[in-house]
């Protein structure tokens, strides 16, 4: 359940980045709650990761962080196994904010359209994800 920590962290994180927004999107926020009932979190998840929401985003120290908050992202577009245009643009808010090019969003999910998140596991999925991003940074 380490993992789903992390990705638990990662929600908050993004919830940071789009309450630093003076208006948030309606479509935007749908996503954002959708994708926290889905991820399960509590009022004290609220409690205990939550509490410095208040504060500013606080960006992922080390590239692999920031890759690996991206990949949480990508975790949380296919819980529900349908992306949505709403996502896409929080994705990329979110990916601009981590240091990534806007770009770089929609051709992550190009690029892995293709995979059966069915029947792949997490960690093949992770795997393409941190592997895609690399290469875009050469």
């Not at 926290?36 to 609220?46: A, K, M, R």
Request: aromatic content about 10%; overall charge negative.
């Amino acid at each position: 359940m380490e993992d789903n920590k992390h990705i638990k962290e990662s929600y908050f994180n993004l919830l940071a980045v789009f309450f630093e927004q003076e208006h948030i999107k309606g479509t935007h926020m749908k996503c954002i709650l959708k994708w926290g009932i889905q991820l399960g979190i509590s009022p004290h998840d609220v409690d205990i990761i939550g509490s410095g929401l208040h504060s500013k985003f606080v960006a992922p120290p080390t590239e692999v962080d920031r890759l690996e908050s991206v990949y949480h992202l990508v975790h949380m577009i296919y819980l529900d196994a349908v992306v949505e245009d709403a996502e896409l643009e929080v994705a990329s808010i979110y990916a601009t904010r981590l240091g990534f090019k806007n770009s770089l969003v929609g051709d992550l999910f190009k690029s892995i359209a293709t995979i059966e998140f069915d029947r792949t596991s997490p960690a093949d999925v992770r795997k393409e994800v941190i592997d895609f991003l690399r290469l875009q940074k050469i």
